[in-house]
């Protein structure tokens, strides 16, 4: 079976190490010494300059919303994972859905002015499989109209533009480390904003605002990361390196494989280094893409419909938030995220290739 991705297994005796400093201390939780070391690494690992680590990618999200004083409507993406519109709705915000650029497959930015009203405090945009958003006009426009930015950066863990952490643009980036994603701790997630004064608001609403012995300070959620998790995170980061090393050339293979045969790939930007987190295929129609979806399934293999439905079409979003967005309606009915992962194998990746252009030659 080749599943769309595999989730990374690190060394267990690194696990354990770490996890034999939690049997000596006997703290599991409350920012606990592993917390704070994986934190300290994956700042500098990353570039930035201090990030919060929480429960998962999800209270992520919420939690910037709250900390940023995100209310009313927030213009987002109809193209990423369902979290992202479903934050906006827990924390109460009306999600207004801006359609896609066609070839980046992020919000696209000469739509987003006509979808502001006086109810818009922030936009919400992902960087969907790693690609970057249009991150400059978006910091133009947000700042002419006075909205705060929040990037879901879900996929975009260690990827660089123009030599600077992407993480860095915007109000907030939110990163998930959910055991599928390319640095994970089972389950796990990171806040870095850009304004320290929000981040220490944000601490502390991710331990019930609660401070020192009996001071409640804020509103507050149990959003913090255990130090199971951190062990983790610990065990996994010396990894990392060679697992974008491994993607990067699975990707290549693809590349390779799959020159010439007319599948839309996302448009690469100038000056991206890439994490290689996902490999999106998009098809010409929707029904190329279920042949080639039911071909791979009869030979074991399974890609993902990543992302698939457009966000703006869920079932139970209320009606007039069910704005069109033609181009993410059109790319969800015909993309395939084929799998990637770093035991994949270049004969793998070959029968997947063949396979597809069969397919696409019937
Ligand atoms: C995985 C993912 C999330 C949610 O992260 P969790 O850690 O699973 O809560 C949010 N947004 C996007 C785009 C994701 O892919």
Not at 315 to 335: G, H, T
Request: net charge negative.
């Amino acid at each position: 079976m080749i599943p769309v991705t595999r989730t990374f297994l690190p060394p267990l005796d690194d696990y354990t190490t770490h996890l034999e400093s939690i049997w000596e201390t006997g703290q599991f939780t409350n920012n606990g010494p592993l917390v704070k070391q994986l934190g300290a690494a994956l700042t500098k690992a990353l570039g930035v300059r201090d990030l919060l680590l929480v429960t998962n990618g999800t209270l992520a999200l919420q939690l910037a919303i709250k900390a940023l004083g995100v209310r009313g409507e927030v213009i987002t993406t109809p193209y990423s994972y369902v979290a992202t519109t479903n934050s906006i709705l827990w924390e109460g915000c009306v999600p207004v859905f801006v359609d896609v650029d066609p070839h980046t497959f992020a919000l696209d930015p000469e739509l987003i002015e006509s979808a502001i009203t006086e109810h818009t405090t922030a936009i919400l945009a992902t960087h969907v499989y790693g690609y970057p958003c249009d991150v400059w006009r978006i910091q133009q426009i947000a700042q002419k109209h006075g909205l705060k930015v929040i990037y879901d950066a879900a996929h975009a863990y260690g990827v660089r533009l123009h030599g600077e952490p992407l993480l860095n643009h915007g109000d907030c980036s939110t990163l998930s480390f959910h055991a599928t994603k390319l640095f994970h701790c089972g389950e796990g997630g990171g806040i870095l904003f850009q304004d320290p004064e929000v981040a220490k608001r944000a601490f502390l609403m991710s331990k019930f605002g609660h401070q020192g012995e009996d001071d409640y300070i804020d509103l507050g959620i149990n959003a913090k990361m255990s130090e199971l998790h951190a062990a983790m995170g610990l065990a996994m980061l010396p990894q990392v390196e060679s697992i974008i090393a491994a993607r990067r050339q699975c990707s290549a293979w693809y590349d390779e494989c799959l020159a010439g045969v007319g599948l839309q790939r996302p448009k690469v930007v100038e000056g991206l280094e890439y994490n290689y987190a996902y490999y999106p295929v998009v098809f010409d129609t929707p029904e190329a893409m279920q042949k080639a979806r039911s071909a791979l399934q009869a030979r074991d293999v399974y890609p993902r419909r990543y992302f698939h439905p457009s966000l703006n079409t869920l079932p139970f979003l209320p009606e007039p938030l069910k704005r069109a967005c033609p181009v993410s309606e059109s790319l969800a009915q015909r993309v395939l995220s084929l799998p990637l992962y770093t035991a994949l194998t270049r004969p793998e990746v070959e029968m997947i290739s063949t396979c597809i252009k069969h397919t696409l030659a019937a």
